[in-house]
């Protein structure tokens, strides 16, 4: 473990193993800010951190993977430090913003969750750091404070305006479970991910389309505006979490066709985490995998924040034999398709998808196999390796 040979390279004496995972998420997409459910599960790919507790007040980090050092005192407001610094310097803030006193540390940490690919490398850094200074400093604070604190972390000291999803997929997941999110309550209940007979495959386009950031806070608005035009009909309306499709219906004339387009998406894509989980408990893969093309199509059409080359893996996933299920994955304009393929055709599917893409695109697509993995940990035993 890289994180551990560079902990033991650079600094002496004994140290403490965690790990946090990146994550995927089934379905569920663009819900989250609408108050409605998501559906992620931690993976087995992971950040691993190696800790020892200082008595001074500082902190002296590692990155084994850029092969970088920085440090910062625990009582520094705005230190300059190299990117992948600020999300442990921002725990460290975060924590501290609520009354947690965490002391000075020295750590390496590695992993091998690709990095900027949408697997949210990021939350699982924050995680890593949450749970080794809660447990290192004893610090008593709980799961969902820690997934807060990484939360935040990401919008203060990163810039990016998360949701709470990756964070606490990352410190809540359970091997073989997905978790049902309600993003209104931060109600939780986890379904079985049975699947026998089935990988979960990730095509990665290595693209991000400039369009994004506008688009995500275009659609933010178009949903806001249609919330505020159906609490004129149904005042107990707070967001679109509570609009079922009889409501929206009654309301298209009345409504800007892009805005009830975006509506629509969003009401349709929270039954659809609904019917996964009923698909997921029956042991129904072949109707999990339609919901994700139907989630697809949602996004592409009706939502419009998918792009070409996502639009190529899933119609040519959609065309080979073997695959239940194709979507994009993510915030959209790049990023990865997360796969549902029979095990025996992976091989078939990775060899068809990259054809295609080389042809229209010039490069090839990356593939991630992933399975679920257990959340946020202190490693012990032969689990240090
Ligand atoms: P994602 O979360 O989708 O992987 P982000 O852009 O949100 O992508 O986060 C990626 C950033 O997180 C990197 O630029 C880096 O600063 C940090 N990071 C993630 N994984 C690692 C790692 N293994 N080593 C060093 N920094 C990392
Ligand atoms: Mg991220």
């Known amino acids: 473990m890289k994180a551990r040979e560079s902990f033991e390279k650079e600094f002496t004496g004994q140290y403490r193993l965690f790990a946090a995972p990146g994550r995927i998420n089934l379905i569920g997409e663009h819900t989250d800010y609408n108050e409605g459910f998501v559906l992620p599960a931690s993976i087995d790919k992971r950040i691993y951190l190696a800790i020892q507790a200082l008595d001074t007040m500082r902190a002296d980090l590692v990155s084994a993977d850029l092969g970088e050092k920085a440090s910062f005192l625990l009582d520094d407001t705005r230190p300059k430090l190299p990117h992948w610094a600020l999300y442990p310097f921002g725990v460290v803030k975060e924590l501290q913003k609520r009354g947690f006193r965490p002391g000075g540390f020295r750590a390496a940490f590695g992993g091998d969750i690709p990095i900027g690919s949408g697997l949210s490398s990021s939350a699982a850094l924050e995680s890593a750091f949450a749970v080794a200074l809660n447990a290192l400093f004893g610090l008593g604070a709980d799961q969902m404070t820690l997934a807060l604190v990484g939360q935040s972390a990401e919008h203060h000291y990163a810039g990016v305006r998360c949701g709470i999803m990756d964070q606490f997929a990352s410190l809540f997941g359970k091997k073989g479970q997905v978790i049902r999110l309600d993003c209104r309550s931060l109600e939780h209940e986890f379904f079985p991910l049975d699947l026998e007979g089935f990988e979960l495959i990730l095509a990665d386009t290595r693209v991000k389309h400039s369009l994004a950031s506008s688009a995500y806070n275009e659609r933010r608005r178009q949903c806001e505006t249609g919330v505020a035009l ?16 009889e409501m929206l219906a009654g309301l298209e004339n009345q409504m800007e066709g892009k805005v009830f387009q975006r509506c629509s998406y969003v009401v349709e894509e929270n039954a659809r985490v609904t019917q996964t989980c009923d698909a997921l408990a029956q042991g129904d893969p072949d109707r999990v995998g339609r919901l994700m093309f139907f989630s697809h199509q949602g996004l592409r059409e009706q939502y419009e924040v998918s792009c070409p080359e996502l639009n190529l893996l ?5 065309k080979t034999p073997g695959v239940k299920g194709s979507r994009m994955m993510g915030g959209g304009f790049g ?4 796969n549902l393929v029979r095990s025996n055709n ?8 990259a054809r295609a893409f080389e042809k229209d695109f010039g490069h090839l697509p990356l593939f991630y196999q992933v399975s679920t993995g257990d959340g946020a940990r202190e490693l012990t035993g032969n689990e240090q390796k």
């Open 314 to 318: 899933v119609e040519t996933a959609a």
């Open 335 to 338: 990023g990865c398709t997360i």
């Open 346 to 353: 992976v091989q078939l599917f990775q060899d068809r998808i």
């Open 230 to 245: 159906i609490r004129k009909h149904f005042p107990a309306v707070k967001s679109l979490r509570d609009v079922n499709r």
